[in-house]
């Protein structure tokens, strides 16, 4: 077990994923995935039904904990994932967020300057409490042997729920809000950096071993705008988080960028997430070597299984050999997957090539 001391943080013991997050490479990769607490699960829409919404679930420390552990107990993932969804921030900053049965999320849309400015000019992280103290009870509840992985979504992608008000499909109503009222957008995607700092400072200080960005929506934004509304507010964020949090591990997933992917292994991050589209063979060939490479199983292909399955399992593994890599999905797992597809991948990804 190693213990590495930075600044007045101590990282824990070590273990297979967070080693390879730190540049290992063991010949069989560690597993999570995704989304991997959630509707798939029975388990986990029995608990669901006993809370009377969704946000109601992520805040009630003893579902939520309960909610971070079913994947490890039913799987023996080599990470645990915090349960709660990136739209607590929004919430934490005054905006109405709300989530429909079958229709995702709702928010009061911001739409003019007047929104923006009515947002708290701080995150409330007294709304947070709960989420933070789900942290303390799953860190508690998984042992040394689990790590866990705390999160926020990127600037960009938050921004794009807090305008459009729900999910769309490609998050035309932000995209037109950036375009007409840059200085404005700037104002917004700018508070959010100061939240996610102050957010993953506290999950880190409440015991999180890694933290994940997830930029879903990076994919969307033609490259200049990429750089201005994910990259560099994703860097601000990164480079700010390690002021306050030296040693932590972090894992950037900007979702569908393409060849972009090169511009974020900028040295900062311990790991990229590569979503469903990268090529494995280019991603080995153009990302630096010591880089960690997380995924990037299509999730279809674990709902479909069979020989589809295995061969997309093969690929990945045989790509991936001989570099740190953590074995994910492309993107989060679809609630249709069945769970003895979830059984056989574990199973293939631990029995190795
Ligand atoms: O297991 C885990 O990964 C931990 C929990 C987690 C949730 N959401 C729980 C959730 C995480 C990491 C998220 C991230 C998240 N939330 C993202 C980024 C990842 C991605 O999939 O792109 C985004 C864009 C959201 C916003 C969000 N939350 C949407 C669009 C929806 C509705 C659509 C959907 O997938 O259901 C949610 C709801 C949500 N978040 C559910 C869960 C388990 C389903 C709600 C329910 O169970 O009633």
């Known amino acids: 077990m190693s213990h590495v001391q930075s600044g007045t943080l101590t990282r824990g013991p070590s273990t297979l994923f967070l080693d390879t997050l730190d540049g290992s490479v063991a010949d069989k990769p560690p597993i999570w995935l995704m989304r991997q607490a959630g509707r798939y699960l029975p388990e986990y829409r029995e608990m669901r039904a006993t ?3 969704f946000l109601d679930f ?3 420390p003893k579902l939520a904990s309960e909610a971070t552990l079913q994947p490890i107990r039913r799987f023996g993932f080599d990470a645990a994932i915090l349960f709660s969804d990136i739209l607590v921030i929004p919430d934490a900053l005054g905006q109405t967020v709300s989530f429909e049965t079958g229709h995702g999320p709702r928010l009061d849309p911001l739409i003019d300057a007047a929104d923006v400015d ?3 000019a701080e995150i409330d992280m007294n709304r947070l409490s709960p989420v933070l103290e789900t942290v303390t009870r799953a860190k508690a509840m998984l042992g040394p042997a689990t790590p866990l992985i705390g999160f926020c979504g990127a600037p960009w992608t938050v921004a794009s729920y807090m305008i459009a008000g729900r999910g769309t499909p490609d998050q ?6 950036a375009y007409r009222h840059p200085d404005l957008f700037q104002r917004l995607i700018d508070r959010l950096v100061d939240a996610s700092v102050t957010y993953l400072t506290a999950q880190v200080s409440a015991g999180v071993d890694a933290i994940q960005i997830f930029d879903s929506w990076a994919g969307v934004l033609p490259t200049l705008e990429y750089e201005r509304w994910c990259l560099r507010p994703v860097q601000t964020l990164v ?5 306050a949090c030296p040693t932590i591990r972090i894992i950037a997933f900007p979702r569908a960028t393409g060849r972009q992917l090169i511009q974020a292994a900028d040295g900062q991050v311990s790991a990229l997430g590569l979503d469903t589209s990268v090529d494995v063979e280019w991603a080995n060939r153009v990302m630096p070597h010591n880089l960690t490479l997380q995924g990037n199983l299509d999730p279809l292909a674990l709902v479909a299984g069979g020989e589809g399955l295995d061969h997309a399992i093969t690929r990945i593994l045989k790509g991936f050999a001989g570099r740190p890599h ?3 999905l492309g993107h989060g797992i679809l609630p249709e997957t069945p769970i003895a597809h979830v059984e056989h991948l574990v199973a293939r990804v631990r029995a190795g090539l």
């Open 51 to 53: 809370a009377p919404s």
């Open 58 to 60: 992520c805040y009630n």
């Open 118 to 120: 009515q947002l708290h």
């Open 172 to 177: 035309a109503p932000a995209r037109l809000f």
């Open 239 to 243: 480079t700010r988080l390690r002021v």
């Open 326 to 328: 953590v074995f994910n």
